[in-house]
């Protein structure tokens, strides 16, 4: 064991239970005494702290624990040959490390806390009893004592607490940097980030920033373009609005006017959507880097999410037990696979259908109603005022559609945990993309005319982005403050004392107190990244499929997203609990929306500058009109295209995975030998005996 191994233990679970009223004179027995003895000899590392309103049991696992824990969880890791191998503690230094430098994971860790936490029952023969706060409670054999502690509301939760240390060094290197200049405002420490809250599949907190980061980065020059071409144009408004009685001089700068919409806005169309296109491949390029950095396991395994036809858990039933069944009659076992493959696919299109319908029959009605209003309002606060209140309201409509669809997705039959995810983005995005578009849409049809589509676009990027963080980061502070008070408030009620001031001594209070990083449509698929992709997916199609209307839009994303960076690692650190690492989903679906938002983005677009060039709405196929429809067709094609000409691995990232699988397919041939010429030998020897 190194020397970092061998560092005081960091406190990471904590165990939650209410002050006692009664105290037991009868150490033996106490409850909470039990526990903390039980956790002991389970080999963590045990610290009590009596808080204002509650006592904790914080929890602690020195490596020794860890490894024997993930010894019986038989977790795969990352070996220096590129194999994931079960692990085993005497072999601990045949393991790749984090990138901090130690052997597990948070995600492997937490996993490892809950098998140890939750794997405490009586072993005994008979019950044992225990008592808390004067109420007796029977421990029987076999049973678990967590599990029955929690049935007796004596455990009230057990969280995740933060490392301290490390917490402090990302405040400093990462939450609070952009008051260092540095020459980047996009750099994180994603390696930092991806070792304080740990990987399973392929999407971590640290995927999500290092996404961020590079699309906010690309954005740059975007965002200089689009405030060249409105410094421009509003340069030449400024000049006809003051040379008003030179009227020649003003025609001259309206024919500019109207060429420079003509010609530069296509150009900045194009030049937007290869952005976009360029974007995406190059992302799934750093994707791919970053997985080969980190010491991910890849290891095939049955998904816990899947149910065979026939099981009532969520586990798959035991390989051999599945064999032995479709050994003794394949017709039956085929016909009920395929009934039950079926089945999934008939619910699922339901699903879809019932999502459908709710957004033409509920949400349509509601945005059109909105949309109209706004074009009969003559006051522009008011219609500021009415933005708002929308935007407010449809937050909370879309958010119970969002619940709705949970509910729906929990009777469909999908192969895994990270398939239900997928589902569950697709049919909330569709919900958020009619809510956040269509009014926009109406706009622009209607009118077509770019100064309205503009101020639109202004007032719904603004209030959305305040909206947004008001709930993100605010919101959270607010409860946390408002706990902290009913907490204080309760305390000073049962003293007797409203002067005296109650301090909050104890972080492990402190954290037990904040919100948890959540999604706003549950917490059983999805926790708060999925409310974080959904506000960039939206984000990025608001300022692509209206780029040619608005192209200062990307300069006020950029800047929100620069702020975004450090204001998401405030609340991941400073307002929010840390996250309980979660084994789905992936950036996969998110990435699929952001392909349809940029095919989505060529159709608008293009629609805008038939607008544009026929104002007058004579829809006859003029040159200008042709070279539109063409370039349609032509992005269209280079969108498709460019995947085959970019390719989504980097060199070196497939190199080292061909070495590693010759190294592991080598390493498996000479071991497999020796065990055959081996069997041969003692089978020799054997005949020779007889």
Known sequence: MDEQEKEEPVFEIAVVIPRRIVQENDEGSDCVKVLVEEFTRVGFVVDRVLGIAEEFIKLAAPLETLGRAAYELQIKKRTHIGMDLQFEVEE??????????????????????????????????????????????????????????????????????????????????????????????????????????????????????????????????????????????????????????????????????????????????????????????????????????????????????????????????????????????????????????????????????????????????????????????????????????????????????????????????????????????????????????????????????????????????????????????????????????????????????SRRRIQFTHRVEKEYLKPSYSASIGEELEDGLFDDFLELALQFGMIMMFACAFPLAFAFATVNNIMEIRADALKLLVILRRPVPRAAATVGAWLNIFQFLIVMSICTNCALLVWLYDQEGKWSLEPGLAAILIMEHVLLLIKFGFSRLVPEEPAWVKANRAKHATQAQDMCSKKLLRTISGGSRAFGELKKLE
């Open 92 to 497: 601990v230094e045949a393991f790749v490390r984090q990138p901090d430098g130690s052997i597990f994971s948070w995600c492997e860790r937490f996993q490892c806390y809950c098998h140890l936490i939750y794997g405490i029952v009586n072993n005994s023969k008979s019950a044992i009893t225990l008592k808390f706060d004067g109420k007796e409670i029977s421990w029987k054999s076999g049973e678990n004592l967590l599990r029955k502690l929690e049935s007796e509301n004596i455990v009230k939760q057990v969280f995740p607490l933060h490392d301290e240390r490390k917490r402090q060094s990302l405040l400093r290197n990462w939450a609070t940097r952009w008051w260092e200049w540095d020459g980047d405002l996009t750099n994180q420490p994603i390696d930092e980030i991806y070792s304080y809250y740990g990987a399973k599949v392929n999407i971590t907190i640290a995927i999500y920033f290092a996404f961020l980061g590079m699309y906010t980065r690309w954005l740059l020059f975007l965002a200089a373009f689009g405030l060249a071409l409105e410094l421009i144009r509003f340069g030449a408004f400024l000049v006809v609005y003051l040379v008003k009685c030179l009227v020649l001089l003003k025609l001259c700068f309206l024919m500019f006017y109207r060429s420079f919409q003509l010609v530069v806005l296509p150009i900045f169309f194009v030049v937007v959507i290869l952005w976009a296109v360029m974007f995406c491949q190059f992302w799934k390029r750093k994707n791919s880097a970053l997985l080969a950095r980190w010491p991910v396991n890849t290891a095939v395994t049955v998904d816990q999410g899947y149910k065979l036809p026939g099981s009532k858990g969520s586990s798959s039933q035991p390989q051999m037990e599945l064999t032995k069944l479709w050994d003794n009659d394949k017709t039956k076992v085929k016909a009920v696979f395929q009934r039950h493959e079926w089945l999934g696919r008939l619910m699922r299109f339901r699903n879809d259908v019932i999502i459908i319908f709710s957004i033409i029959c509920l949400q349509l009605p509601f945005e059109l109603a909105y949309a109209h209003l706004y074009e009969v309002i003559d006051s522009s606060k008011i219609k500021f005022g009415l933005t708002a209140v929308y935007l407010f309201a449809i937050q909370y409509i879309t958010q119970f559609c969002g619940k709705v669809s949970v509910r729906l997705i929990k009777n469909e039959n999908n192969e895994s945990t990270e398939k239900r995810a997928d589902s569950l983005v697709y049919k909330v995005f569709g919900l958020y993309f009619m809510q956040t578009y269509i009014g926009i849409f109406y706009h622009a049809l209607l009118h077509r005319d770019f100064s309205t589509l503009r101020t639109v676009l202004f007032q719904r990027l603004l209030l959305s982005e305040v909206l947004e963080n008001f709930l993100e980061n605010f919101l959270p502070y607010f409860k946390y403050s408002y706990k902290k008070y009913r907490v204080r408030h309760k305390k000073k009620k049962e003293k007797g004392d």
